[in-house]
């Protein structure tokens, strides 16, 4: 059974830091880029970054650019997100999320047609 398991949201001041982990089971972990995108209240779902063993990319977005870290644990079949300095614009739901054949770029990391999905964590910076 594949499962992607996300923890590490909660309640934070600005400027403060998070770390968000997503544990994968059921597929090999090197072959997929994995990574995660957020839902703020009221809007899409948007992607914020991506981590790809096979294209030996990694992905964030303008507004994340600096403030955020994915790292991954092939041993732990985990990936992380480090996220400092955080905004109260960064008030989201955030899903991680696996595809065996996107790349791992602004134009393909897109909550659409993904292989695998995790259940969102929340995450909500305070001002």
């Known amino acids: 059974e594949v499962q992607l398991q996300a923890s590490g949201g909660g309640l934070v001041q600005a400027g403060g830091s998070l770390r968000l982990s997503c544990a994968a089971s059921g597929f090999t972990f090197d072959d997929y880029t994995i990574g995660w995108f957020h839902q703020a209240p009221g809007k899409g779902r948007e992607g914020v970054s991506c981590?790809?063993?096979?294209?030996?990319?990694?992905y964030y977005r303008d507004s994340v650019q600096g403030r955020f870290t994915i790292s991954s644990d092939n041993a732990k079949n985990t990936v992380y997100l480090q996220m400092n300095s955080l905004r109260p614009e960064d008030t989201a739901v955030y899903y991680c999320a696996a595809d065996r054949l996107l790349q791992c770029d602004e134009n393909e990391w897109v909550p659409y047609g993904l292989d695998y999905w995790g259940k969102g964590t929340l995450v909500t910076v305070s001002s």
């Open positions: 981590v790809s063993s096979v294209y030996r990319s990694i």
